[in-house]
């Protein structure tokens, strides 16, 4: 099975930085993209950016483009989501999730298998 360990979030000034971790462990090998999606009060969980090992490549919704960066570190198994420019609007529990299925990043939460427990990022004014 794989487990999947959020950290990082906390308490950041709008306008600043902040780097999310997703460690992954177990069979890490069963899956392919590894996902960040987040959930601010009283709204849908989202998604944030997708990262694909066997393509290498990267996805994006609109409202981060620009300000987040998505990487990894493939002999720590750590996806990393680099958050820019943040605002309040970006206040949210921050998740991240493994799909193991092959083929082009997807961006629907049911499309994922494993989940972490979530980290909380705040924005201040």
């Known amino acids: 099975q794989v487990q999947l360990v959020e950290s990082g979030g906390g308490l950041v000034q709008a306008g600043g930085s902040l780097r999310l971790s997703c460690a992954a462990s177990?069979?890490?090998?069963?899956?392919?993209?590894i996902g960040w999606f987040r959930q601010a009060p009283g709204k849908e969980r989202e998604f944030v950016a997708a990262i694909s090992w066997s393509r290498s490549s990267t996805s994006y919704a609109d409202s981060v483009k620009g300000r987040f960066t998505i990487s990894r570190d493939s002999a720590k198994n750590t996806v990393y989501l680099h958050m820019d420019s943040l605002t309040p609007e970006d206040t949210a529990v921050y998740y991240c999730?493994?799909?193991?299925?092959?083929?082009?990043?997807?961006?629907?939460?049911?499309?994922?298998?494993?989940w972490g427990q979530g980290t909380q990022v705040t924005v201040s004014s």
């Open positions: 177990g069979r890490t090998l069963s899956f392919d993209t």
């Open positions: 999730a493994a799909d193991v299925s092959f083929g082009n990043i997807r961006s629907t939460s049911r499309s994922y298998d494993y």
